[in-house]
């Protein structure tokens, strides 16, 4: 099958080490890989600022961008969910509208992909190690995601998964929201930090790259041993 | 003047994060809770299918609400109720005055009904000289205290035991005790003789079955039962949403409500009301009126994108499982009804211009839409108060900054090009008291940016 | 208050011209009242009669309600005494009714009936009430009384102590059932106060604890006969 990724502007920018390891997983399941060039931001930081016109205008850009692909796959539950339940929204009612419910259906996580749509739990990664998962809200609220992640990790060769107390508590991140209210963000921060490095984990993995950047920059800052992967990132090694 | 709200709103959850140990303490508390509403969800033979019916009930209800609050009203009086309606808060208090006026009331008993702080009777009451006591353990405390409930079902969980102690010794003059069990039976102790001697009860009402005309009210405590059946005149006052069609509907709310909010399979007492003491009944009010408040609720109901705000029976499951709510605490969002639903309907009942921080100050994480019983759609209609207050009185330098970020990304070039400039200033902007940048890095470290983009190394790697 | 009657549901007819969409389900929910489609969803009320009595059994139990099952009212009766005996009661409440008089005869302590002029002080003065119920329901343990069958309101609520006297033939597998069995028993004119009684009174007000007996009964006993 051809796969078209969806990275994340941040990704893209921040964490390129993400995107590529989400290539390499697909790859490795025989795939064909591809990157088109065009897209940038879904828009989420504005929608969820309530600018849902400059939303709209990054909807209707990715109808175009992302049109005729087979599949559309990113590393970010939070993004997925921007394009699967909320371009249908901003699109309501608009000519397009059709054609953002069919990129709805042709878009989707990368767990999600790998586990429901390919049938594959096994991608054949080894990770010696502890981990702990971190559900991101977005990937377990919006796309109802909670078992797929952990079936790919429960097949990691060498990998320990350690559940954690406030197993399905966000994080605080929120986009925007971290830094408009910081001090509710960083209160959650700590409350889902503290609970992932009371597992003793060596590795906090979650399939959201915004959740990472709010987990890691706290434990950052805690000056906290614990390092944050990417799915993407520890199915990709060997 | 006070402050704007979203000032103090600012001001109190800095000061209410900041708190650690209360925090803990407000997480503890709601553990047995959590585990629980485990236990009672597991005997569902379907919960989220049992979402669902409650859903269409209160759906159905709610879109036929002129129908079923007339056929409540005449059932209501064939069964010998009087029924008032109060368009605002004022002529509900104004109607509330009265009808103790005229009875020759001097002490007033109420059992919890959050709608009478929406309309802040007891200071009206007060105000004319009537003594009010509250009988719910937790308004009591909440009284006793002169602050306002902190969680709508849990009026005083943000408390420790000695602070009780501490404010029952100042009151009552009671002994401190650390027991749960020996503070609630000093409030036991001094509430009976209250009932006894009080001319009026007043409660509120959690539905208002339209068939039948009856008023079903939801306590574990007792004191609800006790101030509709002891004092002379009983008073209901409910929100005009609080209407069901039939009383079957009932066999599908009253124990979602419990298992969703308390943890409970049933809330202890559930009772239904209709009309004051029949011919042959050993007791009960000679009198009992039900006032009918709107208070801007028609607002809502005309907005029919969110109108199932008005679904809502109160349940406090959204609460109970918002991580801001645990972190921030009740007061913190100085409104009537705290946690995601006060957020979702604040601005609807008191203006989007002054609580629409409400719904910004939320991370969207949606464990309360997956809470709600009855599926109101909780945290997207945060996302829509953001909307329709950018629309309605947004900002021109928040709509700058949006307008441009949506024309870069509209542009893969200069975005790609953007982007290099921000990786290669960062360390530098780590330093700088950028607007956004600034919150971030007090608490959190940005991660290190020093490779090439991924859109750049792309090419290479796809190829 | 007429013109507020006015404008408020002139306000309803105008917000409800625009139709709100049906909300987002799990599925599809097939035609019929919540009551009737929902039931089937609900925690369940036992398949038979063994089952609805072991249901009701185990949810009273677990709600801190005793229940004594007795084959006849002179049994009911004996097991009444013995609570009263053991608890040391001066006086117990009760109302009329042929199952209740039954079952206080020849009580050692004193008895009163609600209905031969009712006293709230008299009634607070006693260590029990003793009332008849509509129904018990299996599926959450809980037992519907009524303003006109079973004395009133506050006989249940006030005294420290709830016993319920009933027949097993009125133990009902759910909600719907009991008040399907209260409107069908009273017809038009329902009592002015019907309510289900689940566990004894209770509050978690401070910080979230579980205390028995808040303001209304402590303790909470049921006698089947039968
Ligand atoms: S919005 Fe839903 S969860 Fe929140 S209190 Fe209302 S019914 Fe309960």
């Known amino acids: 099958m051809r796969v078209d990724l969806f990275i994340p502007c941040f990704v893209d920018q921040l964490a390129p080490r993400v995107g590529l390891a989400t290539a390499k997983v697909l790859r490795g399941l ?33 109808l175009d961008v992302f049109r005729g692909a087979e599949a559309v796959v990113g590393p970010s539950a939070s993004c997925v969910a921007m394009m699967r339940k909320f371009y249908p929204e901003v699109l309501a009612g608009h000519p397009r509208a059709a054609e953002a419910a ?12 790998i586990v429901r749509r390919l049938g594959v739990t096994d991608v054949g990664a080894r990770w010696e190690g502890k981990a702990t998962y971190h559900d991101g809200c977005h990937g377990l609220r919006e796309l109802g995601l909670r ?11 060498g990998l320990t998964l350690i559940e954690a107390e406030e197993q399905e508590t966000c994080c605080g991140f929120g986009g925007l ?12 921060a700590q409350v889902k930090s503290d609970a992932l490095v009371r597992t003793g984990a060596d590795i906090v993995v979650s399939s959201d790259p915004s959740c990472l950047l709010q987990i890691g920059g706290y434990l950052g800052r805690q000056g906290k041993a614990v390092r944050t992967l990417h799915l993407a990132e520890v199915l990709a090694s060997r | 003047m006070s402050p704007a709200p979203r000032d103090r709103f600012l001001e109190d959850a800095a000061a209410a994060t900041a708190d650690d140990p209360q925090r803990g303490f407000l997480r503890g508390a709601l553990g047995g809770y959590y585990a629980s509403r485990d236990v009672q969800k597991a005997r569902y033979r379907d919960w989220e299918k049992a979402r669902d019916a409650a859903a269409l009930a209160k759906w159905t209800a709610v879109n036929r609400l002129d129908r079923n609050l007339a056929r409540f009203e005449e059932a209501f009086v064939r069964n010998g109720g009087v029924v008032h309606w109060a368009r605002d808060a004022a002529e509900a208090r104004a109607i509330i005055l009265g009808i103790c006026r005229e009875a020759g009331a001097r002490s007033v008993i109420k059992s919890k009904c959050m709608t009478t702080e929406e309309i802040h009777l007891n200071d009206a009451l007060e105000a004319e000289g009537f003594g009010v006591v509250e009988s719910d353990l937790g308004e009591f405390i909440q009284q006793l205290r002169k602050e306002p409930p902190f969680h709508f079902v849990f009026p005083c969980m943000h ?10 010794g100042k009151h009552l003059g009671t002994p401190p005790t650390d027991s749960p069990e020996e503070l609630t039976m000093i409030a036991r102790r001094h509430l009976r003789d209250l009932y006894l001697r009080a001319d009026i009860g ?31 005149v009983h008073i209901a006052l409910a929100g005009i949403e609080k209407v069901i069609e039939r009383l ?37 009010p000679e009198a009992f009126h039900v006032v009918l408040l709107d208070n801007r609720r028609t607002a809502l109901l005309a907005d029919p994108e969110q109108r199932d705000a008005l679904h809502c029976i109160r349940c406090g499951a959204c609460l109970n499982v918002c991580p801001i709510f645990k972190n921030i605490g009740g007061f913190a969002y100085g409104t009537t009804y705290q946690g995601p639903i006060g957020s979702v309907i604040t601005p609807h009942l008191r203006g989007l211009r002054n609580w629409n921080h409400l719904s910004g100050a939320s991370s969207l994480c949606g464990a309360c839409t997956e809470a709600c019983p009855v599926r109101i759609d909780l945290h997207h209609h945060l996302l829509r108060n953001r909307r329709n207050a950018v629309r309605a009185h947004g900002g021109w330098a928040d709509r700058l900054f949006h307008r ?60 | 208050m007429s013109a507020a009657r006015e404008t408020i549901l002139g306000r309803i007819a105008e917000a409800l011209r625009l139709a709100a969409p049906r909300p987002h389900l799990s599925s599809d929910v097939p035609a019929g009242t919540p009551a009737k489609v929902g039931k089937a969803w609900l925690p369940e009320g036992g398949d038979d009669e063994e089952g609805r009595l072991a249901l009701l059994e185990a949810n009273l139990g677990k709600l801190r309600a005793s229940l004594v099952r007795v084959p006849d009212a002179p049994a009911a009766a004996a097991a009444l005494a013995r609570l009263a005996a053991e608890r040391g009661w001066k006086r117990l409440a009760l109302h009329r009714g042929e199952l209740t008089e039954t079952v206080a005869r020849g009580l050692p302590c004193e008895t009163w009936c609600v209905d031969d002029g009712f006293d709230k002080d008299r009634l607070e003065a006693c260590d029990a009430g003793l009332t008849a119920c509509e129904s018990l329901v299996a599926q959450t343990g809980s037992l519907l009384v009524s303003s006109a069958s079973n004395g009133g309101r506050a006989l249940s609520i006030l005294p420290h102590v709830h016993v319920v006297v009933a027949r097993r033939q009125q133990v009902l597998p759910d909600l719907e059932a009991a008040l399907a069995d209260a409107r069908a028993r009273h017809g038009g004119a329902l009592p002015s106060m019907l309510g289900f009684i689940t566990g004894p009174s209770r509050t978690g007000d401070i910080e979230r604890i579980l205390v028995l007996g808040a303001h209304g009964p402590k303790e909470l006993h049921v006698i089947l006969i039968g």
């Open chain 1, 30 to 62: 025989g795939h064909e890989v591809a990157f088109r060039e065009a897209q940038t931001c879904c828009g989420q930081p504005s929608f969820n600022s309530g600018h849902w016109d400059v939303a709209r205008e990054a909807a209707l850009r990715a």
């Open chain 2, 404 to 463: 441009a970020f949506g024309w870069v990304i509209a542009r893969p070039r200069l975005f790609s090009l953007g982007g290099r400039l921000f990786r290669a200033a960062l360390p530098v902007l780590r330093r700088l008291p950028l607007p956004y940048l600034r919150p971030w890095l007090r608490t959190r470290t940005l991660p290190e940016a020093a490779e090439p983009s991924f859109r750049q190394q792309a090419k290479e790697v796809l190829r």
């Open chain 2, 248 to 284: 079957d509907d009932l066999a599908v709310l009253l124990p979602m409500l419990a298992t969703a909010g308390a943890g409970q399979p049933m809330t202890c007492y559930n009772t239904l009301y209709a009309g004051p003491r029949r011919a042959g009944e050993a007791d009960g």
């Open chain 1, 102 to 113: 069919d990129l709805a259906g042709r878009t989707f996580e990368l767990g999600e992909f």
């Open chain 2, 159 to 168: 408390l420790r035991r000695d602070a009780i102690s501490e404010l029952f």
């Open chain 1, 147 to 157: 078992r797929e992640a952990r079936a790919l990790l429960g097949a990691v060769r």
């Open chain 1, 177 to 188: 929201f971290s830094v408009k209210y910081p001090m509710i963000s960083t209160a959650m």
């Open chain 2, 202 to 232: 007043i409660s509120g009402a959690n539905f208002l079955v339209a068939e039948t005309g009856q008023v079903s009210i939801t306590e574990n405590e007792g004191n609800a039962r006790l101030t509709c059946a002891l004092p002379r």
